[in-house]
């Protein structure tokens, strides 16, 4: 009888308790750079946290680039690729803003991401297919309004402040 009550005792209080909800947050990065250190401005997402339907932990980020940063770039398209910051990176970039994700929408940017990444020759154009296109889908898979006025093509930064204005339900304040 005391296995039978500590069982519906427990069955009880599991009915009562709710697990915490998954969820996984997308955030919108942005780095100043500068061509006499060897980065250049760029933009990227950083994905964290857990998928509802199976509890895997998500850690990732993506950011399209040139394969090779050289003088080619300027001239037109170029080999592309998916760059991916090592974790000591994410802490010197900006922060624009973050918005939690379902695991539809997960998925949707990392195919996206490998659509991208998997495309045949050369992809990356420094005016039409950069850093600042990939994220601009990104936002448009989340479903954010999207913008690209020329004059902010490449300039990640201040970009992504265009982007949160569009979005003033973001909240976001501008960097």
């Known amino acids: 009888m005391t296995r039978f009550l500590t069982l519906l005792a427990a069955l009880l209080a599991s009915a009562w308790t709710t697990p915490a909800m998954a969820d996984v947050q997308v955030t919108f990065h942005s780095f100043n750079g500068s061509v006499m250190f060897g980065r250049y401005p760029h933009t990227f997402i950083a994905l964290s946290g857990e ?66 990444r998997d495309a045949p020759g050369k992809y990356y154009d420094l005016d039409t297919r950069n850093c600042i296109h990939f994220v601009g889908k990104v936002a448009q898979i989340v479903g954010l309004k999207v913008s690209y006025p020329e004059k902010m093509l490449r300039r990640p930064k201040k970009w992504l402040n265009h982007v949160a204005g569009l979005n003033p339900k973001l909240g976001a304040k501008k960097l």
């Open 51 to 116: 998928l509802e339907s199976n509890g895997r932990k998500i850690s990732e980020n993506y950011g399209f680039t040139a394969k090779n940063v050289s003088p080619a770039i300027l001239r037109g398209p170029v080999v592309h690729d998916i760059s991916i910051e090592k974790p000591k990176y994410l802490k010197k970039t900006n922060k624009h803003f973050t918005l939690t994700i379902s695991d539809a929408q997960y998925y949707r940017i990392v195919a996206e991401m490998k659509k991208w």
